[in-house]
């Protein structure tokens, strides 16, 4: 059973920075496309950034020179390092696993961002 398990999100200041984690188990990791995902209260999810397996990067022009993501295959682990954090990066954020057709979600971590 392939299980995506996030961590890192919490409260933070405008300015601020945070780390997530999601670490993968049940299946090879370095195979899947890589996904950070966030939904707002009232608003529809949407894609954050992703990495490929060969290690393509895409981000949404929103979070771009703010937000980094990254990969370890060997902790089957991915990362979204955020640094100048806006009121409006206030969502929960999910990641997600793709490979062809089969999509794996984790649970959400909530991220705050307010004074």
């Known amino acids: 059973q392939v299980q995506l398990v996030e961590s890192g999100g919490g409260l933070v200041q405008p300015g601020g920075s945070l780390r997530l984690s999601c670490v993968m188990s049940g299946s090879i990791f370095r195979i899947y496309t890589m996904g950070w995902y966030r939904q707002a209260p009232g608003k529809q999810r949407e894609l954050v950034a992703d990495i490929s397996s060969g290690g393509k990067i895409n981000y949404v022009d929103s979070v771009k020179d703010r937000f980094t993501i990254s990969r370890d295959n060997a902790k089957s682990t991915l990362y979204l390092q955020m640094n100048s954090l806006k009121t409006e990066d206030t969502a929960v954020y999910y990641c997600?696993?793709?490979?062809?057709?089969?999509?794996?979600w984790g649970q959400g971590t909530q991220v705050t961002v307010s004074s």
């Open positions: 997600k696993g793709n490979l062809y057709r089969t999509e794996y």
